[in-house]
């Protein structure tokens, strides 16, 4: 059911989509005169981004291995303590990420002048 719904959605957005709506990224590096494309602080947001991503799914293996080792525990006590101990650290784990995420936007805002435009997520 889920499936038809979602094929539904995507039909559906496809055929509002047009020519006008897709861009073209600006590939390689920026132009070194241009004061907006800072080079090094493209970099640091580059990195920080990247290591935002991984981190996070870092922590999401963390959960998937609790609720593997849970679901295995077979009712062994020790067992089933440490998969709680996991599920609790990448839970904690994931709030740290989004804390330093938003702490990071806030800087990045405030040394920008506080604008709306917020940096790419990196490209996957």
Known sequence: ??????S??????????????????NQGLPDPGDSANDLPANLISTALNWFFVIAG???IVVIIWAGITYATAGGDEEKVGKAKGRLIYGIIGIAVIIGSYAITQVI?????????????????
């Open 1 to 6: 059911m889920g499936f038809i719904v979602l």
């Open 8 to 25: 539904a959605i995507l039909a559906l957005g496809v055929g509002y989509a047009s020519a006008a709506d897709f861009t073209i990224p």
């Open 57 to 59: 799914i870092i922590c």
């Open 108 to 124: 990045y805002q405030s040394i920008n002048g506080g604008g709306n435009s917020l940096p790419a997520p990196p490209k996957l």
